[in-house]
């Protein structure tokens, strides 16, 4: 039996084998953005990804994005699930249900010393301020790096567990992720967009790419409520 959506997109998890060479997502204190950034990102659409396809090559979009896949350049950063739908979900034999990952995996990263800068990002035409973003969250200067991160130079894949830097899950919304190594400076960016549990009840979708029931999913004669019942469940 399989989960199915009102949407194209299959809620999925990261394959285990990525648990076994990811990075930490701990937060490195002596690294500062260097973006300079003076407005947020103006995020105008995302790469479809889940786990068999991590790399968008299938091409399925939402809205028109600005950076690329590994099907019309092989270096290029993909992230994956993108959307990420609040807690993902996976069908389980004798339980119902079963938790996922709380996170997203930037995948195809050099082999060498990566660092990483998230921005909360706008959506085209919506409006902003320097200390409120969208649906009354309070968040960081918007011009500053949500997260900022160093990958080692070993691993080809880093794991960010959609924590602020409280501990705290991240509120919904789009963000968008810049990498950055010492040898080429900004090497690309890949934007993400996330629905978590902690807020989804009341998120209002600024970008018009979502059906007015994506939250429901159907499991065989189950319909559940991914911003309710997983709250509920576990």
Known sequence: ????????????????????????????????????????????????????????????????????????????????????FTTQVLPDNTQGYQLGGDYVVFWNLPAEETIIEIYRGIAEGEKYNTN??????????TTAPFRIFKKSDIPMFFEWKLTSRDGTYVPSGLYRAYFSTKADGLIGWVDVYVLNSVDCSNWIDPTGWLSPSWNLVSYGKTTIDLCVDMLIRF
């Open 132 to 141: 409120e973003l969208r649906n009354g969250s309070i968040i960081h200067k």
């Open 1 to 84: 039996m399989q989960l199915r959506t009102n949407q194209t997109i299959a809620l999925v998890v990261i394959p285990l084998a990525l648990f076994l060479f990811r990075c930490s997502d701990t937060e490195n204190s002596n690294i500062f953005g260097a973006l300079g950034l003076q407005t947020p990102p103006v995020i105008s659409g995302i790469h479809v990804t889940a786990m068999n396809d991590y790399d968008g090559t299938r091409g399925i979009v939402m809205g028109n994005p600005t950076y690329p896949t590994r099907k019309n350049n092989a270096e290029a950063i993909s992230v994956v699930p993108n959307p990420f």
